[in-house]
Each structure stands twice: as C-alpha cells, then as structure tokens.
C-alpha cells in the first residue's frame, strides 16, 4: 500500500469514529469539540512533517556547499594570575571569604536615600507618625537602601582592602536573589558576611557567585541576603 493510501484510509476509519461521536454531543460542546479538534489535528500534522523531514540517526547531515561544519569553540587559557586566584577560591567554596566592620543606620542616611530615590513613605521618613502607626513603633530603612550599601559593606570599593588585589578590574554583573527577611531600623549597626558559592573560568578571568548575608548586631535574623554575581578581569 502507498503512503497516501495509508494515510487516507486511517484518515476514513478516524473520520467515521468522529462523525459517530460527534452525534452524542449537544450543539454547544459539538462547536468547542471542533475547535480542539483542529488545533489537536494541526500539530499532529506539524509534528508528522518535522518527524518526516528530520535526518534518520545514522544520516549524515548534508550541509549546504557554502556552509561549513559547526566547530567546536577553541578552548581558553586562564591568565596565570587568574589561574593562582581560581585555584584558590575553589578550595574555598561554601566558606565565609569576607566578613565586614559594623556600619551604623542613621534617620538621616535614611531620609537622604529616600530623597535621591523619591520613596518618601512615612515607614521610613516620619518617626513620629511611625511610632503610632507602625507595627515596627518607629522608621525602617528602605529595602534597597541595604541593597545599595553592599559595595561599602562588602569592601568593594575600598582601594586599601581589596579581596582580589590582583584583578585589574572587579565587574558588578547582578543579583540571582534577593531577599529582606527582617526590617533594618534606625540606630542598627549591619555588616555584611559572604560566602563564597560557584567560581567559573571566563575568557576575561573569573566569575564569582557569593551568597552575602547583612547581619543586623543583636538580631538572629538577617536584615538581607542576596546571591551576588561579580566578575574579576585580569
């Protein structure tokens, strides 16, 4: 039997079964049943070309004269100061890698980020009203206001107590997660305690994934903890 053939004759027996089934139906059912049908026929279709056209498991794929062979990427060679940095990291994943000094929250830092960022919410800015009216009895800082001090409470930026010393270039590329577990108030000292998570070999040196968590002095809860993505360029 031809192939059409065959497909016409499963295509006969599916209809008749069909048609049958379509009679115990109400009108409204019988209008939706058809819509499903045809979008269910439909990919059944595209699926039976795309399993026609693709190449058997031993066919070689014939690539187009002017189109040449997929190649594997040539593999990269570490700096050997990247090389010296990345051997040691990876003896320190899962480990506390930096620990930072105690960084005192005042109202006033707090007013200030809320004026450069526009957030003038009373939780955070009016100490008066807060005290009656929030759950906390007074201000809290802003989320994002922990978030961005993390340069300062991870020594980041401070020239005299770089963690990578011999990278040229430290590069912020994001945050996997972030998370505010617990309020940080007015008067609370944060610091920030990393660990050290995932390094991966790039071409310009090393990607570095640390888990930071801000701790708040006297509260077992952290005021943050965020996945942190950097990359060191040598």
């Known amino acids: 039997m031809k192939v059409a053939d065959l497909f016409k004759h499963r295509g006969d027996t599916n209809s008749k ?3 049958e089934f379509m009679q115990w139906m109400t009108p409204t059912v019988r209008e939706y049943w058809g819509e499903i049908v045809n979008k269910a026929h439909n990919r059944h ?3 039976r070309l795309r399993d026609f056209n693709a190449p058997a498991v031993n066919d070689e794929i014939q690539l187009p004269v002017d189109q040449p062979k997929a190649t594997q990427p040539k593999p990269f060679e570490l700096k050997p100061e990247a090389k010296k ?3 040691e990291l990876q003896q320190q ?3 506390v890698i930096h620990t930072g000094d105690w960084l005192s929250i005042s109202q006033e ?3 200030q980020f809320g004026q450069v960022t526009e957030d003038m919410q009373w939780i955070h800015t009016d100490p008066e009203r807060a005290e009656t009216e929030s759950p906390f009895k007074t201000t ?3 989320g994002f206001l922990t978030l961005a001090l993390l340069p300062k409470l991870t020594d980041s930026v ?3 107590n770089n963690l990578f010393p011999t990278a040229k270039m430290v590069v912020n590329i994001g ?3 972030v998370r505010f577990p617990y309020p940080v108030k007015p008067g609370d000292k944060i610091r920030a305690v990393s660990t050290l998570a995932k390094v991966t070999p790039i071409r310009k040196g090393l990607e570095i994934e640390r888990e930071i968590k801000v701790e708040i002095e006297g509260i077992r809860r952290p005021g943050a903890v965020i996945t942190s993505v950097i990359q060191l360029h040598f």
Do not use: E, K
């Open 17 to 19: 079964q069909h048609s």
């Open 45 to 47: 279709l595209f699926t």
């Open 85 to 87: 940095v990345y051997l």
């Open 93 to 95: 994943i899962g480990q």
């Open 109 to 111: 830092r707090i007013n």
């Open 140 to 142: 809290i800082a802003h």
């Open 158 to 160: 401070d020239p005299d």
């Open 175 to 177: 945050l996997n997660q």
